[in-house]
């Protein structure tokens, strides 16, 4: 007899066999979409008493974050090539309480749900205005730290959208743990069960599953690198805000203030050169380089950077490496400089077109007719005059904490804070009116 | 001897080899991209006197357009099935003159480029400010009547978007005859060339090869039927904001006036029901039905529309046919409604959210709670108190003219003006301002 129905004894089985990547994603999407409408008419005061109550159970179960990232730590190995990484991986009771006290921010924010945009009355009576809504289920795609799982939730659900958080891999442990707390502690502060979904698989197929949950998820915000920008442009069925690279530019024009232009071009490259506003490349009026370039550089050597220049740059400053053309327009992310001297602005604003990435871009001048016609033809989420292009920044801006720098050409582009969060919803106020 | 080099005449050849699409596509997507930061900065003057100047150049050439229509109205037939679309297709003197009116007011609105939305001065003492800039490249695919190339192409210049036309096959001499003297008219008025962009071939994979540009295009803008949706939705690695379909309702409250009721009603379904915000599906609290559904089924029908009710609604109304669950959620854009008699005001708004697609809803009441519980709870572009749904347009809205009404969640929802077709960029007014 042939075995057509094998004989199984279904309770001794250990686990049925875990859902395809495809269903798993779905369930849980769906379960966010669920959500969605009730925290979008939660009150502030509900939220605000969620965060705190988030910040709260982050520090009462900091062992047990602690004890996630140790594994998440020794999977990740410390080999040398592996210790920047390895850092910014690591969780401590410092980083902790900082991530914290970032949810207590968030929870002081102004709440953005019902903010009136306008409201003007009509020839025909009605009154047309503008309320800010939630945008509903956002998808957060991140490689960046821990952090960013308790920063995003906040900023998500401050604004009333339900958040879908998909990190990296190598912090699996550690963000499974942050996003547990804060989940539950958000469920018994009168939140919504789905508010905060974490998707706790790390195979690759996820964030391509993810991609198609055009029914269920409104937005997604990718933050990471190159390959990761790729496939969300290829994949994506639902609209995207991205967080790309920053390949920024200081020109330091003709009549800059000297000192001014050095401090600005310093702090720009070297203050935190591995951010996506940190200065790559530095363009330099030719009539101004004598005066400005020959003491930058050393600045810029006594602080540990590599300086690329070009050839005219060489000529002033022997100690200078010769740029390669790929370095203009390179996203160097740590200390290296490329340096140009240009002969005019219009030639700044012609590199800057060709190799910037449009995130964010500084001139220092005391010519206000220049610094008016750069603002105002510079192509960038945001332009500068005589500032460090390291203040391109949410908190700098005056936003509050921000959710990253949108490199997207609709919506927000710059710093994404709780308003940018949100879309306008027109509300009517009729008294009968008619289309006629 | 073999033929390995085959004596050619190149010069007796009558014509090259056409590019293929994706060539072809690229091309011009490349020549939008070129023209976009000239466009961005372009005076208002200029901009408003190509406007004019577009406007008179239909007039002046309205028997090349009319004689172009002709062809693509003979190439379509008049077969009876026809007929209503024909007419859409058919353009007339006085279609072509509203036309040219259409540029006119847009050329009278103001321009959103560089206007200041914030400002202000951060502790550091930089000002930090949000400007509108133009989007870039706005690719528009429609399917609709010819109006809609003059119309999105008059929208753009004046928003200083570069645009990229794809009409549909059915109106391609129109569409071909009407871009050729619009972007002839605006280039002598200093537009640069390449800021109206017309796609001349009607190949189903000019679409494809669209969407595919992110490089050179910042936002697609569908207009048209599902399939086109589900194609822009599945393959575009730009930016989308739709134009999707309206499933709008009207909810009767227990509290509405009764008169206006009826009119609000009767008004959004007949005014003119093949548009997106006409009502599809009435809802009426049961115990106002008796007062209300008799009566106004009665004007319905009057008016030749087909009403298919709820079981209840049938017991009030004997003539009206029994609706299918299918009749819910569906857009007719025809003189057919959905009833359904409902018990509460949370019975209608879950019946919205689980029917309405998010676009236009309506309630009619004298009671102040629901009104303003209504406006806030309910999901969708424009919610309206006492009006009309029809009345969710953009000049009935005060935003001058509309590129159509974003059924997306991000960048714009409702009618999109010209306010909605820039960004905000930040600028910021420094001196010596570090990152500290």
């Known amino acids: 007899m042939e075995a057509q129905t094998p004989i199984v004894d279904d309770t001794s089985l250990p686990s049925v066999a875990p859902k ?33 109550a988030m910040a709260d159970g982050l520090i009462a179960q900091l062992e047990d974050i602690l004890a996630a990232n140790e594994k998440d730590l020794d999977t990740f190995g410390s080999s040398k090539d592996k210790q920047a990484m390895a850092d910014r991986l690591r969780l401590t009771p410092e980083r902790v309480k900082a991530m914290a006290d970032g949810i207590r921010e968030v929870a002081a924010l102004t709440d953005p749900v019902g903010q009136t945009l306008s409201m003007q009355r009509r020839p025909n009576g009605m009154q047309v ?12 795609i991140y490689e960046s730290r821990p952090n960013v799982t308790a920063d995003s939730a906040a900023l998500c659900l401050k604004s009333g959208n339900v958040c879908v958080l998909r990190g990296g891999s190598e ?13 539950e502690a958000a469920e018994k502060a009168g939140v919504p069960a789905g508010a905060i979904i974490f998707l706790d698989r790390t195979d690759r197929d996820i964030v391509s599953e993810l991609l198609k949950q055009d029914q269920y998820v409104d937005l997604i915000i990718p933050r990471g690198g190159e390959s990761l920008m790729k496939t969300v442009t290829a994949e994506s069925r639902i609209p995207v805000i991205k967080h790309d690279k920053g390949v ?39 009539t101004i380089a004598r005066a400005v370039l020959p003491d930058l550089v050393n600045d810029f ?4 950077v590599e300086v690329r220049g070009c050839s005219k740059t060489l000529s002033l400053c022997p100690a200078v490496k010769p740029a390669a053309d790929s370095d203009y327009g390179q996203e160097f992310l740590s200390l290296i400089l490329a340096v140009k001297i240009v002969r005019s602005m219009e030639e700044a604003m012609e590199h800057i077109a060709r190799y910037g990435s449009r995130h964010t871009e500084a001139i220092v001048t005391k010519d206000y007719g220049r610094a008016l016609r750069f603002l105002r033809e510079v192509d960038a989420g945001a332009v500068l005059v005589n500032a460090s292009t390291r203040l391109n920044d949410g908190n700098q801006f005056g936003l509050g904490a921000e959710i990253g720098i949108s490199t997207t050409r609709i919506h927000a582009r710059g710093p994404m804070g709780l308003e940018e969060l949100t879309c306008p919803k027109f509300v009517v106020f009729g008294s009968g009116q008619l289309r006629e």
Request: aromatic share 2%; net charge positive; glycine share 4%.
């Open 20 to 52: 395809p990547n495809g269903e798993y994603v779905e369930e849980l999407v769906q379960k966010a979409r669920a959500a969605a409408s009730r925290l979008a008419s939660l009150s502030t005061t509900t939220k605000n008493q969620a965060l705190l």
């Open 129 to 140: 205005g503008r309320v800010r809504v939630p945008i509903g289920v956002i998808g957060i």
């Open 171 to 183: 912090a699996i442990h550690s963000n499974t743990a942050i996003a547990a707390i804060l989940s």
């Open 248 to 286: 920024c530019h200081t020109y330091i024009d003709a009549d800059a203030d000297v000192t001014m232009a050095k401090q600005i071009a310093l702090n720009a490259k070297v203050q935190r050169p591995s951010t996506c506003n940190a200065m790559e490349t530095l363009l330099v009026h030719h």
């Open 301 to 304: 050597m006594a602080a540990g």
